[in-house]
């Protein structure tokens, strides 16, 4: 049967990439972003739904899952891609509004999704979520710590949905992404080469030293990843973390 995706944030950059490996499977995609004015019309054509939701909006996100329903009937794969930067801040400087916002988004957001999607894959006898969170869970870049937190909690609670959901079929797995070649990590690294005069070659060394590979990943290993631990062949893994990084680890 044609599986039945939806994929956060998947306007632009990795979720984007996610949602083009599953189309070439055959898949039914469904797509959403805070960012409305992303979708072209080529977009609205491709996908079975494009949606503007803030998944940190229980209203924006119970519409979008009534409307995949009348669409598709039900949901089979779930990537909670969704997960913004938050502050670069000393913990003291972090304002409490900005602190939650983050937490909202990267995390509540997940929950909300989850939440709309697992009724629906109990009552059909399995489905898959795979959570994003990041290789910073590896690294904890400093003065990133709602970041780092937010992450940490999404892993946090891919274990504890595995462990519930398994009898039900439903796999929860997370995938963590390492330094991406997309819009979103060219941007940090060309603002800081402006900052700091350094060249943009030199700022991208500075994230790459744990990285075995040495090198950027594609937007497309990310939908690779997805795609394997969404299909049959890994209908026995769940509960792990699969880093795509390129073998980041500290070397000192
Ligand atoms: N870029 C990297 O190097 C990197 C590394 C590790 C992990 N990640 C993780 O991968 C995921 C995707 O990152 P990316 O680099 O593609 O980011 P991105 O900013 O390029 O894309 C994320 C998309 O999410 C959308 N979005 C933001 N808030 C939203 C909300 N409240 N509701 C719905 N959509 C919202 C944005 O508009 C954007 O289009 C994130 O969870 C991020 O933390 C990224």
């Not at 959403?32 to 229980?58: H, I, K, N, P, Q």
């Not at 892993?155 to 959901?165: D, H, N, P, V």
């Not at 700022?203 to 299909?231: N, P, Q, T």
């Amino acid at each position: 049967m044609t599986q039945r995706v939806l994929i956060t944030g998947a306007g632009d950059g990795i979720g984007l990439g996610i949602a083009g490996e599953f189309l070439k499977t055959g898949a039914t995609v469904f797509i959403c972003d805070v960012r409305g004015e992303l979708f072209d019309e080529e977009m609205r054509r491709t996908f079975a739904g494009c949606y503007r939701t803030d998944v940190g909006s229980t209203d924006d996100v119970a519409s979008m899952f009534e409307d995949i329903r009348s669409k598709a009937g039900g949901l089979d794969v779930l990537i909670n891609n969704v997960g913004i930067a938050g502050p670069h801040a000393g913990v003291e400087d972090i304002d409490l509004a900005d602190w939650e916002a983050t937490l909202r988004v990267n995390l509540t957001g997940a929950f909300l999704c989850i939440k709309e999607a697992v009724p629906h894959m109990k009552a059909q006898g399995g489905g898959a979520i795979i959570n994003i969170s990041s290789v910073g869970t590896l690294t904890v870049p400093p003065m990133r710590s709602v970041y780092n937190t937010s992450k940490w909690a999404i892993e946090g609670l891919t274990k504890s949905l595995a462990r519930e959901l398994g009898p039900f079929g439903i796999s929860c797995n997370a995938i963590l992404p390492g330094i991406m070649n997309n819009n979103r990590m060219r941007g940090i690294m060309e603002r800081r080469s402006k900052h700091e005069n350094r060249d943009v070659d030199d700022i991208a060394g500075d994230y790459l030293k744990y990285s075995a590979m040495g090198r950027l990943i594609e937007v497309e290993e990310i939908g690779h990843a997805a795609v394997f631990l969404a299909s049959d062949k890994a209908r026995g893994i769940t509960s792990q973390f699969l880093s795509v990084c390129g073998g980041t680890a500290y070397e000192d």
